[in-house]
DNA sequence: TTTCAGGTGATTG
DNA sequence: CAATCACCTGAA
């Protein structure tokens, strides 16, 4: 099983898409949907346990996706897009299940990753159905909680999962999923922004959770998640010694210069950002055009 | 002990 | 519209 262009196995898993994943034996193991699955990237390829796996596996990573044309369709002076490409190409953006991608990232407001993935390991190990063993004395994994099995766990209980204030919309949003307010057929018949309302209406969803869904689970590539993150990096990079925007005209800007890859854009600059740039200690190497290091806001 | 973190919703000008 | 604020929790 080899792809025909750039992956990386570990970045994609590490890059804030999905916070399930178990680095395992040299490779990873974690779930796709409820089946289990060890993966590990080797020179020839990947390496899957079990069999049988290996075209779930491609639709996960996205496999199919098209970087190069990616790459060609960014525009051609941008030095920071063609600088954060060449620092990890091999980053997909996953396809990954909607609820669980929804669900994940309405707890993931004002969390660090280590929070979010604490809480997303909790919720299936006392929610979610335990999955077959597929490596021994490997950790045991659990597949994500349906809505049903979440509304009906109450409010409270998610509580005890250490969610805080994010209990009640994850409650709201299960309830409303499992009466089928919301589902993928139905995002899969509207445009961007429809579904991006559609998704908005649910309560503890916002434009950046809603986006995030759209970009990490419904393969809207065009959309583009703007966090506190990703805020700083448009601002050093493109909009040095400006007044700050709104963030309205980052979508816009967004939108207009990065075109219908900017899902793919806003990874590749997140991702080198977080690895370079926002790190204690990087190097000269590693920094912008403007030649400040970036750092949160005092 | 205080601050702050990968947001959202409600409330103000 | 845009700015401001409260909000659970856990880690630095």
């Known amino acids: 099983m080899l792809p025909d262009q750039p992956f990386d196995l570990s970045a994609t898993l590490q890059s804030g898409q999905t916070f399930h994943w178990h680095a395992w034996e040299g490779g990873w193991l974690g779930s796709i949907g409820d089946d289990p699955v060890w993966v590990r990237q080797t020179a020839g390829g990947l390496e899957i346990i079990?069999?049988?796996?290996?075209?779930?596996?491609?639709?996960?990573?996205?496999?199919?996706?098209?970087?190069?044309?990616?790459?060609?369709?960014?525009?051609?002076?941008?030095?920071?897009?063609?600088?954060?490409?060449?620092?990890?190409?091999?980053?997909?953006?996953?396809?990954?299940?909607?609820?669980?991608?929804?669900?994940?990232?309405?707890?993931?407001?004002?969390?660090?990753?280590?929070?979010?993935?604490?809480?997303?390991?909790?919720?299936?190990?006392?929610?979610?159905?335990?999955l077959p063993t597929v490596m021994e004395g490997a950790p045991k994994l659990y597949g994500y909680p349906t809505p049903q099995a979440l509304a009906e766990a109450g409010e409270g209980a998610l509580w005890e999962c250490g969610l805080g204030y994010r209990a009640a919309f994850l409650h709201r949003a299960a309830v409303d999923l499992a009466a089928g307010r919301v589902d993928a057929a139905m995002l899969a018949g509207q445009s961007d922004d429809e579904a991006r309302a559609t998704l908005m209406q649910l309560h503890g969803v916002?434009?950046?959770?809603?986006?995030?869904?759209?970009?990490?689970?419904?393969?809207?590539?065009?959309?583009?998640?703007?966090?506190?993150?990703?805020?700083?990096?448009?601002?050093?990079?493109?909009?040095?010694?400006?007044?700050?925007?709104?963030?309205e005209q980052i979508r816009k800007f967004a939108a207009r210069h990065f075109g219908?890859?900017?899902?793919?854009?806003?990874?590749?600059?997140?991702?080198?950002?977080r690895l370079t740039k926002l790190r204690p200690g990087a190097s000269d190497a590693s920094r912008g055009p403007a030649g400040q290091l970036l750092r949160p806001a005092p």
């Open 50 to 130: 079990p069999q049988g796996m290996e075209e779930k596996v491609r639709g996960y990573f996205a496999l199919d996706h098209d970087v190069v044309a990616m790459m060609r369709s960014f525009p051609a002076g941008d030095v920071p897009l063609a600088t954060a490409l060449a620092f990890c190409p091999g980053l997909r953006i996953l396809r990954q299940p909607l609820w669980e991608c929804l669900a994940t990232f309405i707890t993931s407001s004002l969390k660090q990753v280590p929070h979010i993935r604490k809480i997303s390991l909790t919720l299936r190990e006392r929610f979610g159905v335990e």
């Open 206 to 247: 916002g434009e950046k959770i809603a986006n995030c869904v759209l970009l990490f689970a419904c393969e809207r590539l065009a959309a583009f998640p703007i966090d506190v993150w990703i805020e700083r990096v448009l601002h050093q990079l493109y909009f040095a010694r400006k007044r700050r925007r709104t963030a």
């Open 260 to 273: 219908p890859y900017a899902g793919y854009a806003q990874q590749f600059l997140f991702h080198h950002a």
